[in-house]
């Protein structure tokens, strides 16, 4: 996967944990190693902590699936599978 759409899918990820108001300390963490990303290129604190937020993401669907889109899950798997 292409490190912008990683970057893009993280970014969506995060605003929608923020739209959904879950798990705080999950996003600032999202954010931090989106920052650290863009200074070094190492994705592995986004796939890490990607992981986490595609089980919360599923976990928040299951409860209300409308609340979290197929595509935004699909492309998080693909961004953490395929990076």
């Given at each position: 996967m292409q490190t912008?759409?990683?970057?893009k899918t993280v970014e969506s990820?995060?605003?929608k944990l923020q739209k959904l108001k879950v798990n705080?300390?999950?996003v600032s963490e999202l954010q931090w190693c989106l920052g650290s990303?863009?200074?070094d290129n190492n994705p592995s604190g986004l796939l890490e902590k990607g992981n986490i937020a595609l089980v919360l993401l599923k976990q928040v669907k299951e409860k209300n699936s409308r609340s979290v889109s197929k595509k935004l899950i699909?492309?998080?798997e693909k961004a953490v599978i395929l990076a």
């Amino acid at each position: 996967m292409q490190t912008s759409k990683l970057e893009k899918t993280v970014e969506s990820v995060v605003e929608k944990l923020q739209k959904l108001k879950v798990n705080d300390h999950l996003v600032s963490e999202l954010q931090w190693c989106l920052g650290s990303y863009r200074n070094d290129n190492n994705p592995s604190g986004l796939l890490e902590k990607g992981n986490i937020a595609l089980v919360l993401l599923k976990q928040v669907k299951e409860k209300n699936s409308r609340s979290v889109s197929k595509k935004l899950i699909e492309d998080l798997e693909k961004a953490v599978i395929l990076a």
